[in-house]
């Protein structure tokens, strides 16, 4: 978990960008009109929509973005068609990596993301390859500033989380997938500042990779997540913080 946990914040710290900013607005537009297609425009009747708008929140997304995002998906301002797809494969030294993407255009996908394993010494693999070594869970990322951890263990218990974990300068609340929308909620009434939280894939085992092969894995990671297409990565490198700063 530590090492899952050490990327995620690294990547918040990257999300600070100007380019970085955009990307990640880009993605959260399509995750909001895959929400929208799923369960309509009305997040008080759409959990998934709900839980989108907080992410888009979190990340600083403008609320004119969001309700533009929303107003596209549901045909207002045109038609949008994303479809969902993951891929699975090996990077470097047999690192574990999974991609999820919203795509209008799956070809075009495909060979994005085949390009880049093949570029970085991985493999693309077929479905189900790599997926038996995660987990599915939620994951609510909390500043830990001025909050106790027992505290926040007994709000986030009886908000329905499985556990609390402690990183530095966050906890990380763990649910359920199906138990996550509701401690989101839960803990963002609450006035809880949370820096991100989605469903994750956490791995169930981690390998540490030499620092040759960590610099392939992070330079597949980087050639993914820059792709407007891939809205989430995950792999199994315990990667050292230095390396996954550069």
């Known amino acids: 978990m530590s090492g899952h946990s050490k990327w995620a914040n690294i990547k918040n710290k990257k999300a600070k960008g100007d380019a ?27 959990s998934r929509l709900r839980d989108v708008i907080a992410k888009a929140k979190a990340a600083n997304m403008p609320n004119d973005n969001i309700k533009r995002s929303i107003q596209k998906a549901s045909g207002e301002l045109g038609n949008v068609n994303y479809e969902e797809v993951t891929y699975e494969g090996y990077g470097a030294g047999g ?41 599915k869970q939620g994951v609510i990322v909390i500043d830990s500033q001025g909050l106790e951890e027992d505290d926040l263990m007994m709000m986030a218990l009886e908000a329905g989380a499985d556990d609390v974990i402690t990183e530095e300068g966050v906890y990380e609340v763990i649910t359920t997938p199906a138990g996550y929308s509701q401690t989101r909620e839960a803990l963002e009434n609450a006035g809880l500042n949370i820096i991100s939280s989605g469903v994750e894939l956490i791995p169930q085992n981690t390998v540490t990779p030499d620092d040759e092969t960590a610099k392939k894995v992070i330079r597949l990671i980087d050639m993914l997540e820059d792709n407007d297409d891939v809205q989430n990565v995950y792999h199994n490198a315990n990667l050292p913080e230095e390396e996954e700063e550069e």
């Open 95 to 135: 690192v574990a990596v999974i991609v999820e993407c919203l795509t209008d255009n799956k070809t075009r996908t495909v060979g994005d993301v085949r390009h880049y394993f093949d570029k970085c010494g991985g493999q693309l693999g077929n479905n189900g390859c790599v997926s038996f070594m995660f987990n």
């Open 20 to 46: 970085q900013r955009s990307n990640t607005f880009t993605k959260i537009g399509r995750e909001i009109a895959i929400a929208v297609k799923q369960g309509g425009s009305n997040p008080d009747s759409n």
